[in-house]
């Protein structure tokens, strides 16, 4: 059974930092390429940040690049997320996504990110 669990997510000031992980199980993790998604209620999931099976080429959200970074740990099966200098328009629910090079997809139950004063 595949299990993508996020976590790291809750309520943080503007121009703070969380950093969000994703760990899997049930899958040879350093086959699948990693996405992570957000999703505001009433509009479309949109990609965040991905990263190559290897690690060695990521890609950004125009509005995030910058600021977020994401990584991967093959030995630990688990995909990372640091987000720095939040700003309120990234609040949303943030969702750990896997795809096969066939192109399967997982997804894991999603964690929310605040940004607030």
């Known amino acids: 059974q595949v299990q993508l669990v996020e976590s790291g997510g809750g309520l943080v000031q503007p121009g703070g930092s969380l950093r969000l992980s994703c760990a899997s199980s049930?899958?040879?993790?350093?086959?699948?390429?990693m996405n992570w998604y957000r999703q505001v209620p009433g509009k479309e999931r949109e990609l965040v940040a991905g990263?190559?099976?290897?690690?060695?080429?990521?890609n950004y959200l125009d509005s995030v690049k910058g600021r977020f970074s994401i990584s991967r740990d093959n030995a630990d099966n688990t995909v990372y997320l640091q987000m720095n200098s939040l700003k309120p328009e990234d609040t949303a629910v943030y969702y750990c996504?896997?795809?096969?090079?066939?192109?399967?997809?997982?997804w894991g139950k999603g964690t929310l990110v605040t940004v607030s004063a």
């Open positions: 996504n896997a795809r096969s090079p066939a192109l399967v997809n997982y």
């Open positions: 049930g899958i040879t993790f350093s086959r699948y390429m």
């Open positions: 990263i190559t099976r290897t690690g060695t080429s990521t």
